[in-house]
């Protein structure tokens, strides 16, 4: 049984602890060729994967496509016990995983009104809390403390156990709407997107479209408009000659303030920290802010 687990090309860093119904991992898979998993979880334990970085995921469990889309940094996805499912990675991935036991698990979810997940129930979701739980755990001073890390673990899997989920099950956008949706926002990231505008171009009524868009990206539409101006300013940015100003009113942000406070939300760090990092030799860069990459890592067969 492939448990996630991808092959000689994947590294994990495993994370001590004595609780024996919590294990936390780090799993690196650095191929940049498409390649396929089969995703299995026993019957006594649930499995979460938490983005360390984006990454395109199609998740499929028998004819039915759970997820298609673009799993960005802090995003996460709950897969049930005994549950199988068929993943497509479109290049490297880094994800936090948690093995849970599905007792603990189902407890810490029956504090929560709604009802406890089903068995057969893979959920993907974007989460502010879990985006931060992530920026923790990419901080080089974090990384090798063994109980901090174990109780960032459960705090994690702690939240997502109780939010609330919708009992109410929507189907993910359609793979031609969702193409036509990303293309419209990629011409005009240039400006503030209304849902309904949105909504117009998938030819569907406000409503269903932002809850099968969700589906579909695990992103609110607002949100995924967000993450492409950012994107853009990114590409911005690299011209330095361009005052921070200038890229904000580019990037369709109405003052530099929105824009910062929105950049430092998503990216983790301000416009002008990100300029300056990107634009330094890769020595300077690793000093001006260390990234994942630069952690401890032991054998798979050891974890």
């Not at 709604?114 to 057969?120: A, D, F, I, P, R």
């Not at 031609?176 to 505008?197: G, M, Q």
């Not at 117009?200 to 539409?221: D, E, I, K, N």
Request: glycine share 4%; with cysteine; proline share 3%.
């Amino acid at each position: 049984m492939r448990d996630h687990v991808g092959g000689c090309s994947q590294e994990e860093q495993k994370f001590q602890q004595a609780d024996s119904s919590l294990s936390v991992f780090r799993r690196q898979d650095r191929r940049c060729a498409p390649h396929f998993e089969m995703l299995v979880t026993p019957n006594d334990q649930y499995f979460i994967g938490l983005a360390l970085k984006d990454t395109y995921l199609k998740l499929t469990k028998e004819s039915e496509t759970i997820f298609d889309g673009t799993l960005c940094t802090g995003m996460a996805y709950v897969q049930a016990p005994s549950s199988r499912l068929s993943a497509q990675f479109d290049g490297s991935c880094d994800l936090l995983c948690l093995r849970v036991s599905a007792l603990e698990f189902r407890v810490w979810r029956s504090s929560a009104r709604s009802s406890v997940l089903n068995h057969e129930e893979v959920v993907v979701l974007h989460d502010r809390f879990a985006v931060q739980l992530a920026r923790l755990f990419m901080e080089d001073a974090c990384a090798t403390n063994q109980q901090f890390i174990h109780c960032l673990g459960q705090t994690l899997a702690m939240h997502l156990a109780r939010l609330e989920l919708s009992r109410i099950k929507v189907g993910a956008l359609q793979k031609w709407r969702l193409r036509r949706v990303e293309d419209y926002v990629k011409v005009h990231c240039d400006r503030s997107i209304s849902l309904a505008e949105l909504a117009a171009v998938a030819g569907l009524s406000r409503m269903h479209f932002a809850a099968q868009f969700r589906r579909a990206t695990g992103l609110r539409p607002h949100e995924y408009a967000m993450r492409q101006r950012i994107e853009r300013a990114k590409l911005l940015l690299l011209k330095r000659e361009l005052p921070l100003v200038e890229v904000a009113l580019a990037a369709g942000f109405c003052t530099q303030a929105h824009f910062s406070t929105v950049f430092k939300r998503i990216v983790g760090e301000t416009p002008a920290c990100w300029r300056c990092r990107v634009g330094l030799p890769a020595h300077l860069a690793d000093t001006c802010l260390k990234g994942p990459d630069e952690m401890v890592r032991v054998d798979v067969s050891t974890a």
